[in-house]
């Protein structure tokens, strides 16, 4: 099967991809898409144990780590604080700066900053490295690190005088107060999400781009490997490099013309994250539930969709009635 899944990349790759003009960072783009898509199928055929053999039988001097740290101890204490910066603030800025030149938006980019703290307190019942205090979520990750390496990022693009995007879905509504549903609500929804097609986007893309580190927290704590083990790190360079061309030509389908090459890059980049994703779920049982009272963050989660799904919906009727007057 997996084997066959790699013809089939190959032969897309040869079709709509490979052609005269061409540069080092696609053909390098397309051999991160050839290697690590059929290395995600071929993994979904073993467990756990089976991938760590495998890794250790490559890999002679890998080592395994069953107890992952928790950074929610002492957050009273100032020495808590100074702990946490390390290195790890360094990877944290540059991740965050690769996510603004791949994502080229700071709305979206602050959405998805503050989805993943969300995601964050959602799954630190079974991810201890989620387990942080108050002040690290809000000070340090949204307003710190995050924030900065956004700014960072942004501040580069415009010295290189490189374009942003805007991540909308282009239409021909024109709003008619007579016809629609709750003008005034309707109107301010417009100005941030353009119409419901902009939010159904928007979800997705957001979805595809925590699933970024949500992915790599899940998978490197199923295997026991480290933040910092050299497999993570290549993990991370793969999908930065797939992701990073994915989102370029996400955004050209959306501003220009269909192209089957637009087409593929999109569905590569989301095609491995949801590989990911699925391997993730596969391997959940190795993962140890403190059985944490899960309530308030959840009607947390269930008030944005009930938000996000209503806004859509309002949106979506009032086009419909719009269009067919």
């Known amino acids: 099967m997996t084997f066959a899944n790699l013809l089939a990349v190959m032969n897309l790759f040869r079709k709509y991809v490979y052609s005269v003009k061409r540069d080092i960072f696609t053909l390098f783009v397309n051999s991160c898409i050839l290697v690590y898509y059929p290395l995600l199928l071929f993994m979904n055929f073993f467990t756990t144990s089976e991938v760590r053999s495998m890794i250790k039988l490559l890999f002679k001097n890998v080592t395994f780590h069953t107890v992952e740290k928790s950074y929610m101890e002492n957050c009273n ?4 604080v100074m702990d946490k910066i390390d290195i790890f603030v360094i990877a944290h800025l540059a991740g965050w700066f690769i996510k603004a030149i791949a994502i080229r938006n700071f709305f979206v ?3 998805t900053s503050v989805t993943f703290e969300l995601l964050e307190l959602r799954f630190q019942h079974i991810l201890p490295n989620f387990y942080e205090c108050w002040w ?3 000070l340090l990750d949204i307003l710190g690190c995050n924030l900065l390496g956004i700014l960072i990022g942004l501040a580069f693009m415009k010295w290189l005088n490189m374009p942003l995007y805007s991540w909308k879905v282009r239409d021909k509504f024109k709003p008619n107060k007579k016809g629609i549903i709750f003008p005034k609500l ?4 417009r ?3 353009t ?3 902009t939010v159904v986007l928007l979800i997705f893309y957001s979805l595809m781009t ?3 580190d949500l992915n790599v927290f899940f998978l490197k704590a199923e295997l026991q490997l480290l933040q910092t083990n050299f497999l993570v790190m290549m993990r991370e360079l793969f999908i930065a490099t797939i992701l990073m061309y994915g989102s370029i030509h996400l955004n050209l389908l959306l501003t220009e013309h269909f192209t089957p090459k637009r087409l593929y890059y999109s569905l590569a980049a989301s095609g491995v994250l949801l590989l990911e994703l699925y391997l993730s779920f596969r391997w959940k049982h190795n993962l140890v539930s403190d059985n944490s009272d899960l309530t308030n963050i959840n009607m947390v989660w269930f008030s944005i969709f009930a938000t996000l799904l209503s806004a859509m919906a309002l949106l979506f009727v009032n086009e419909s009635r719009t269009s067919t007057k």
């Open 186 to 189: 309707d109107t301010m929804l």
């Open 210 to 212: 925590n699933l970024i």
């Open 109 to 111: 980019l602050n959405l």
């Open 77 to 80: 204490s100032l020495e808590n």
């Open 136 to 138: 690290d979520h809000i």
């Open 195 to 197: 119409n419901s097609r």
């Open 191 to 193: 100005k941030v999400f």
